[in-house]
């Protein structure tokens, strides 16, 4: 129970859009994306154990020269913005 003298600040949560905004300044680089509101099947990551909501964002990689390797993946948590992980999704093969 909160003191009925204590001040709350709420703030609104992350939308898709600004999620997609932060992970474009994360990579430094404008492009496509996607991006998911929870952990798509296919992505595998250990070292994180979140239990508040995330956005997913996948940045959309360059398929000009085929390649097995791991999609990159940025969650970003939807309350505040912060990037809890950005790296392998481990998806590979």
């Known amino acids: 129970m909160i003191p009925p003298d204590t001040t709350v600040f709420t703030f609104p949560p992350i939308t898709q859009k ?9 990579i430094s ?7 998911y509101s929870k952990k798509p099947d ?17 940045p959309i990689q360059d398929n000009s020269q085929p390649v097995l390797s791991s ?4 969650v970003i948590s939807r309350l505040n913005g912060e990037i ?3 790296g392998s ?4 093969g």
């Not at 600004?18 to 994360?26: M, P």
């Not at 680089?29 to 991006?35: I, V």
């Open 18 to 26: 600004i999620a997609l905004a932060i992970a474009a300044q994360a």
């Open 29 to 35: 680089r404008a492009g496509l994306f996607e991006c």
């Open 42 to 58: 296919d992505c595998h990551i250990y070292s994180i154990n979140t239990d508040q909501p995330c956005w997913y964002v996948y």
């Open 71 to 74: 999609s990159r993946v940025i």
């Open 84 to 86: 809890l992980y950005d």
């Open 89 to 92: 999704a481990g998806d590979e």
